[in-house]
């Protein structure tokens, strides 16, 4: 008898202890959802690949704060709707998760335009981790969609070395004289349900995104300090293999993919940049890209590098980093969105001229 | 090792388990001995030969003084003990200090000495401290000897408090100790509490915070002045919050065992005063240096001069405690005219209570509040020049520089700086949880999951560490 009111009161304070823990869990679901991360659930579309569905919401306040709205075929809320189609494809530079939906570039170039009398609908398909390979996959479905006049590809440096990654949906495989586009099928659908299993609850995505991003000191590194070297948080630079030659091939693919429409390149300019606590203001790599680019025949190319370094020399200012992270590191904050989106507004402007 | 490992976690289920199964006091003892050695040894096992040679050393010196009756042979006993253990801390904590400050002094006559490369034993100023304090109390009869050589060795190499304190006396742990392990559930769910509260401390503000200091105190020329002002006073929260966090995670793996540490922050920057302040702040340094130091200078009962001269002194050695840098010395030295400048102020006006009224004794807290955390600037510099450009950007001599109030900076000094006058204000106590109930049980089990959610990706060592 004894024994069976104690396993009875074990099992009464398992229970209360269960429903008080997803109380407990609920609320913080709640707070983390509301301030810190919601990730959209994705569906697969052919010809588009894995995107987040529609009228669905991202959250972001681990880098700046936004909320991002999407509508069909993940194309990102922008003020305005009428005008000359202009589709403008990105990974999460474009797609401005760090900031709210009329402050990313798209939209302040857009919004420039229509107070300029430019009747231009510009249409943001910018999506976090898209790469080249990804632009030139989705070429056919952008133009039966949505049949552009002018399509904005927006890359950086990253995009000419990322573009090889095998374990991507897709990468390019070098040719001789070219680069193929490799789809990897399986990829696009079977994660999918895993995934946004992990995505339906905040509270799991924001610590695997934590475990994922925790920075380290390295036990050697606690040694250094107590012997006295000071500094603890200087960080390692990455050498990333970055190859001049690829870069013409990749974009000779890209232009092929879009050949009946205009086509923009939208360089994000890496400086100003803060490495190892001082600001650096050029890049050679960067400049080494710009210089390709500029030798490729029949090509738009938009780099508003000087506006960047100006914001910083002159207003002290760098359009990288937030309130939450460090200034001049990370993805563009509202001034750099609205020195992208003006320079692209001047752009646009010149083109329809 | 570090509290916040995958190490620590498994080296300490193992402990427990083994502690369970054995319940002989003195196989007890042996695999808490064990798992010290093992706990410090992790770090770099060449040190643990220097932790026995003091360990075993101060033992049968603390033994021979206890046996003595002739108080000239106990005296010299003590000093043999204490210039061994100040020569041990200061081959491998100052060798090279004094060796750059020669070097300073007579580089215009053409001498220059070569520095060793000396690596510095983590926790050697904590374990070098308990050991003198030891030997000190034997000598005066205010502790006795330890019952035997394992006792004194688990006193000495207690992991929880082996690399940065709590430092104890050998009258705090070894009744303790002698009364043996004491598992209890209660023990379990408070040790689990105060654990859980330091790794929050720890690695959600502590580590929140330090992104900023790092980042200004690495070039501060880049900063604006209010940038460089939230870093300043952002680095008196970090510190507080990652030595704190340190000690309660410390008294936490202690309670579980079943027990006590000192206690060594009690909300230090609620405090009116300077004196109220190293009452609150590093306690167990802090009696240290009054108790083995201060009063063995003669403390207040030599005249007023000479109790001036002993603060000075006291608090120069308590800065060149925490590192070999004269940006310590000027610290500890700042902190000692601080306190001179309070006595000689409270000798004239005879009033040594805390105001009780609410406005003023606000701004008495946030004026001690401001003067640390401006002092503060030569403990965390790392040189002469950071802390000169740092000056600058706070006397407003240059400005300029990129803006930045990093959000959990900002977030967390307001909430400590006013939370702390609102506890202060309303005599606001903290007890931890005793009972066991499905509520309490999933809150902490909760909080476990907030530090799983809101820790900082950039961990960093424990300041203390280094000292």
Known sequence: ?353 | MNFVSVEFFLLFITVLILLALWRNPIVRKIIILCASCVFYAYWDWRFLSLLIIVTLMDYYISVKIHSLNDQRLKRNWLIVSIVINLTILGYFKYFNFFIDTFNVLLKSQGWMLHEFNIILPVGISFYIFETISYVMDVYKGNAQPANSLLDYAVFVTFFPRLVAGPIMRASQFLPQLYRGLQFSRENFFIGAQLFVQGLIKKIVVADSVAFLVDSVYGNPALFSSSTVYLAVFSYSIQIYFDFSGYSDMACGVAKILGFDLAVNFNFPYISQSITELWRRWHISLSSWLRDYLYFSLGGNRTGRLRTYVNLMVTMLLGGLWHGASWNFVLWGGLHGAYLVFERFFRNRTQSSQPSINAPYSWFKSLFVFFIVSITWIFFRSPSFYVTKVVFYKILFVDPSGVSWLYFPAVLSSIVVVFGGLLINTFKISFEKITTISPFSVAFLFSEYVFVLLFFSTNISPFIYFQF
């Open chain 1, 1 to 353: 008898m004894v024994k069976y009111f104690q396993k009875h009161n074990s099992y009464l304070f398992f229970i209360k202890f269960s429903a008080w823990l997803l109380f407990f869990l609920f609320v913080l679901e709640v707070f983390t959802r509301s301030f810190i991360m919601e990730t959209p659930s994705e569906h697969f579309i052919p010809g588009l690949g894995n995107i987040a569905v529609d009228n669905s919401v991202t959250v972001n306040g681990i880098e700046g704060f936004g909320v991002t709205h999407f509508l069909a075929n993940g194309e990102i809320i922008t003020p305005y709707q009428s005008g000359v189609p202009v589709v403008v494809l990105g990974d999460s530079f474009t797609e401005g998760g760090q900031v709210s939906d009329n402050k990313k570039y798209v939209s302040v170039a857009e919004t420039i335009l229509h107070d300029r009398g430019v009747s231009m609908d510009l249409l943001n398909l910018g999506y976090s981790g898209r790469s080249l390979p990804d632009y030139v996959y989705i070429a056919p479905y952008i133009k039966k969609t949505y049949s552009p006049a002018i399509v904005v590809v927006q890359l950086n440096l990253a995009d000419f070395v990322e573009s090889f990654d095998k374990t991507k949906e897709n990468y390019f495989v070098r040719n001789e004289m070219s680069v193929e586009l490799m789809h990897n099928e399986a990829f696009s659908t079977n994660q999918l349900v895993l995934r946004n299993i992990v995505r339906a609850i905040s509270i799991g995505s924001l610590v695997r995104y934590k475990f994922k991003s925790i920075n380290l000191i390295p036990e050697q590194q606690l040694r250094l300090l107590a012997a006295g070297s000071p500094n603890p948080g200087d960080s390692v630079p990455v050498k990333r293999a970055f190859d001049p030659n690829d870069v013409e091939k990749q974009i000779n693919t890209l232009k092929d993919a879009y050949s009946d429409v205009e086509l923009v390149i939208l360089i994000i300019p890496g400086v100003p940049i803060i490495h190892d606590n001082t600001p650096l203001l050029e890049d050679e790599k960067e400049n080494s890209l710009i210089e390709i680019l500029d030798q490729i025949p029949g090509l738009h190319i938009l780099y508003p590098r000087n506006s960047f370094i100006e914001l910083y020399t002159e207003h002290e200012t760098f359009p990288r980093g937030f309130y939450n992270t460090l200034p001049g590191v990370g993805h563009l904050n509202s001034d750099g969105h609205f020195v992208i989106g003006a320079a692209l507004a001047d752009y646009l402007e010149g083109i329809e001229k």
